[in-house]
């Protein structure tokens, strides 16, 4: 293939994350997150408070009861609204404390210890002393756990190859930027030289993981010409994280008054009378409700397939309700062992569908036919990931549903 073509088709290539990049960060943080089970965090340049809203949902792999966060920035804090609606109500009390100030402030009103801290996307923001400052977080606060995710320059190369990405400048940096307010951007070596740094003499060990690959940039696009098979190597991910955890307790060093002013304090409301754990009913009524999303069409008309088989997973039916998601406390072995529990029943749902449930120890596979009903199919996967493929099995449907005017919950 000549240059031009290259060319040519790197014009035609189009960067969109998917998902978008700032939600694969935020959902990286929060898998990390269910693995320490913290309590308190603390949010270091929480700006409009994208990751706190994300943490206030109930869930007990994640049972925070005290959220901080602060940042230097007046305007954005006042824009910062959490609350949750009725069906999210928690079942956990938490309170949530916002501040003014930077990163040299760290101390008191906060907190002397935290379990977790995350400083998502603000290392680069910083001028040298808060660099310095951000370093001894783990001096000062001593959590169990801590996170920072910063742009990597690395991956810049990837955007010039395809597209002109605005670029900035700063004196003394001999790189563009990718923001304007981005103080520098960091290659993966020079973060790893960092990372290492502040926790020499510490009991920390660090690790890092990329966020955003290649193939997420150009998500449904044919990006695979116009680069080497190596290039999740020779260039990473557009983000890169570095994960701080305590391997031995230590105490932090204390930290005097600072000048952290708090802007805002929320309570949130909560009840322990939330229907937990789900009556055989309430999931019944979910399960039937749910079901209707696999429901085959024909030729993209209201009118279901004839004699059509649809195969569904587990998995697949409680990723697609959030409702099912919330009546188990978000736990997917909550919905395994209710499910397990309605096996060999039959029970009329929506539409006159007729539902019937059959589970083993280990996979679930639903299969719905309009002549008659919805009925187990019992599958081994073998070696391979099942709930993978199956997630796939429900995934062709997918179209179908996009083409409905129906509005579900989810």
Known sequence: ??????????????????PPAHLQRRAAVYAHLKQHAPRTLLDIGCGEGALLAHLIKGDDQVPLEVLHGFDVDAEVLASIRLSTDDEDLRWRRLEANIFLGGVQDIGRPLLQSYDAVAAIEVLEHLDPPDIAALGQVLYKLAPRVFYVTTPNRDFNQVFERICSPAQFHRPCIPYAMRHDDHRFELSRQEFCAWAHSIIEGLPYKVSFQGIGSVGSAFAGQDWLPLFPEDTADIFGCSTQMAVFERTEHFDAVPIASASMKLVQTIVFPFS????????????????????????????????????EVVTVSLLHLYEVSYALQRICRFTLHVFQTAMSKLAGQTWAGEDKLLLQVQVDSENVCYTYNTQACMQPVMEDPGEEDGAARWMQDGAKFDQNLNDRDDEWET
């Open 1 to 18: 293939m000549q240059d031009g073509d290259h060319t040519d088709e790197a014009q035609q290539l189009e960067v969109r994350f998917d």
């Open 272 to 307: 322990t009378e939330d229907g937990y754990p789900p009556t055989e009913t309430a999931i019944k009524e979910l399960v039937a409700y749910t079901a209707l999303y696999f429901r085959p069409l024909y030729e993209n008309t209201y009118a279901a397939a004839a004699e």
